[in-house]
RNA sequence: GGCGCGUUCGUCUAGAGGCCCAGGACGCCGCCCUUUCAAGGCGGAGAUCGGGGGUUCGAAUCCCCCACGCGCUACCA
């Protein structure tokens, strides 16, 4: 998803522009919200929008596994470590008497947080009680004092002990809470930057008391800020937080996609505003981080999209079209869809499209044997009311029908249509609306005197001659 | 409720005491170009820098208070 991706991409842009190495780890630990295709899904996004991994899954390294479902015994050993030095304890409580403790702290206004009943286990009990009884393991926080975290985007952040929680580390499953496996695994991996979103920034504190009790160095700390949805919330899943392949479906380009995504909360300069992946990776820097949550702003990638579109190279240009006819048109389209007329669109094209999805719709009326289907309406519209439409429809039909099938050229065609202004006493820009619609079904797409000449003499007089019928 | 973070044009942002009666980009509006729609060119509106106090010769930039917004408050990450 965008706010993960985003956080990945920061990351990778930091190692890439300081020399470092950017690794891959899947965290996992959640059994109950496992999806198998998710991995597959993490990957393809990432290297679709050509973010590299040095080591992790399907690369390898020094540092496998990459899954944290394949490391269990680290999270188990660093446990055990704790519990021997009493810094972490079994905790027997059940989900019933955790949820009447909470309750019970809400009704009377008191902060929330485990009340530390297990916490006074001996350990001589607990031992005994783990014999035939389901438990976590919880870290037992320090209760005095104040915790810092020193974090590049924001400074120093101060939180008090005593208001701390005395966490699961370690479920009853034997799985590790992100809370212990981050910081198992930042170190076993050496990572030296742990750039993450704000959301975290609560946590920080049981990570850096984790990292202390361990005798482990934390990394250097970096908390992005937050994306907002248009509602200024936290981004879901209705607002915009779909997954990354979602907007490759619907037509966004890696290159947009990137450029978008680096300037959620960062920037290069006071006036760059267009910035490809090279100099991203050149220039990323985390001091240029915002401290201020974003807004998803939906035109701007639309903008950078089309943006990327028009300087696409012309034969990718003509593949992405061919790719997206095939798999957009109707299925009442014969395929494959010819070559010849896509090679011939790809320029008209390029400065109307903004999402790739947009290509299949503007471009159908070349492909389909039947009339375009609209309503009636559109084709008097502009021009006023039925009478004046009819005119132009007769004209025109006249005036095309004298071009003759070897003439059927865009020149000859342009010279023919521009010759009905006179007759018709109306300049071209008001009159041609008509012949639009007649011809693609709506008055908007690309050039006329071009799509004549794709559509074939044949083809654009039948549809002429229908509008004229369906007009009475 | 508690804790934390944040607050510069509608949006993304520039800005680290004088260069800022605040710059760029998207969006919006207008004009030009034009076969529609776009694209492109040119121009415009748009922020009294959340509010109030300080500090200073001078504050968007430093300090304090307030307000508002958001995040976290799980055996989810």
């Known amino acids: 998803h965008v706010g993960n991706i985003r956080s990945a991409l920061f990351s990778w ?4 522009a300081n020399g470092g190495q950017f690794l891959l780890r899947i ?3 959640d059994r109950n919200r496992l999806v198998e295709t998710s991995t597959g899904a993490i990957m393809e996004s990432l290297r679709w929008l050509g973010i590299d991994w040095d080591e992790g899954p399907e690369v390898g390294g020094p540092h496998a596994p990459y899954f944290q479902s394949q490391r269990l015994p680290l ?3 660093a446990a055990a470590t704790l519990i021997d030095e009493g810094r972490a304890y079994r905790c027997f409580c059940s989900t019933e008497r955790l949820d009447q403790m ?3 702290q809400a009704a009377n206004k008191q902060p929330p947080g485990y009340d530390g009943l297990c916490r006074r286990l001996t350990p001589e009990e607990a031992i ?3 014999r035939t009884e389901p438990f976590t393991v919880r870290f037992a926080m320090l209760k005095d004092g104040q915790t810092e975290l020193n974090d590049i985007v924001r400074g120093r952040v101060v939180f008090e002990n005593k208001l701390q929680d005395d966490f699961v580390m370690v479920k009853s499953d034997g799985y590790p809470t992100y809370h212990l496996g981050v910081v198992v695994d930042d170190t076993e991996m050496e990572i030296t930057h742990a750039i993450r979103g704000d ?3 609560s946590s920080a504190p049981k990570h850096i008391q984790l990292y202390e009790a361990l005798g482990w160095e934390p990394p250097v700390w970096a908390h992005l800020p937050l994306i907002l949805g248009p509602d200024h ?9 779909t997954a990354l392949l979602d907007y490759k479906a619907s037509g966004y380009l890696p290159e947009a996609m990137i450029n978008f995504l680096s300037f959620l909360g960062w920037s290069l300069d006071d006036h760059t505003a267009i910035l490809g992946v090279d100099e991203l990776k050149e ?7 915002v401290a201020n949550p974003a807004v998803f702003d939906i035109d701007r990638l639309n903008f950078l999209n089309g943006h990327y579109i028009r300087e696409m190279a012309p034969d990718r240009w003509i593949e992405t079209i061919a790719y997206w006819c095939e798999a957009g048109l109707p299925d009442t389209v014969k395929r494959p869809i010819s070559r010849e007329v896509v090679e011939q669109v790809a320029p008209l094209l390029k400065e109307r499209v903004a999402k790739l999805s947009d290509i299949a719709p503007m471009v159908e009326f070349l492909f389909g044997y039947d009339v375009p289907d609209y309503p009636l309406e559109t084709l008097v519209e502009r021009v006023g009311d039925t009478a004046t439409a009819v005119r132009v429809l007769d004209a025109a039909l006249t005036h095309l029908d004298a071009v003759s099938e070897e003439g059927w050229q865009v020149e000859r065609i342009e010279a023919s249509i521009r010759g009905l202004e006179e007759p018709l006493e109306m300049k071209l820009r008001k009159f041609v609306s008509v012949l639009y619609v007649a011809e693609m079904g709506r008055a908007q797409g690309i050039p006329l005197f071009d799509s004549l000449a794709l559509l074939g003499r044949e083809r654009a007089l039948q549809r002429l001659r229908t509008a004229r019928l369906r007009l009475g």
Do not use: P
């Open 13 to 16: 842009a930091y190692a890439r």
């Open 128 to 130: 005994a009680r783990a």
């Open 233 to 241: 919330k936290k981004l879901s899943k209705r607002s915009g937080d």
């Open 27 to 29: 965290e996992d630990t």
């Open 102 to 104: 909470r309750a019970a």
């Open 283 to 289: 220039h990323f820097d985390l001091q240029r981080v």
């Open 75 to 77: 999270y188990q050993k």
């Open 199 to 201: 959301e975290w920034i």
